[in-house]
């Protein structure tokens, strides 16, 4: 998974859908949510909000962790706290369009 940081985030978001995890290192349910996260067909990238807490406040980050669905620089949708596997692969398929992400899956197997 590939951190972002304020140089970093704008181009990171411009393009194809990506998740984005808004994380602290403190934080023990971010810690455990990677693992899921992983699993996705959507890339995944993260954003240390102590780090970057300018960032955060532009987003209005108020609770860790906040996953973020970004495509083309917009905001597409968020969840907030640590959800199952499930509940991700659900959110996923009421934003995203089918053909993306069928698109997305075979471009995460071609990447493994």
Do not use: Y
């Not at 996260?37 to 970057?52: A, G, T």
């Not at 996953?67 to 009421?94: C, M, N, Y």
């Amino acid at each position: 998974m590939q951190e972002v940081d304020s140089t970093s985030f704008d181009d990171a978001v411009a393009g194809d859908p990506v998740l984005v995890d808004f994380w602290a290192p403190w934080c023990r349910p971010c810690l455990a949510l990677e693992p899921i996260l992983d699993q996705l067909s959507v890339p995944v990238v993260k954003l240390n909000i102590d780090e970057h807490s300018e960032l955060a406040s532009r987003f209005e980050i108020l609770s860790v962790p906040t996953v973020k669905l970004f495509a083309q620089g917009r905001e597409l949708g968020s969840v907030i706290g640590l959800r199952p596997l499930s509940h991700f692969e659900g959110w996923l398929a009421e934003v995203l369009p089918a053909a993306e992400r069928e698109r997305l899956a075979v471009q995460s197997q071609l990447d493994a």
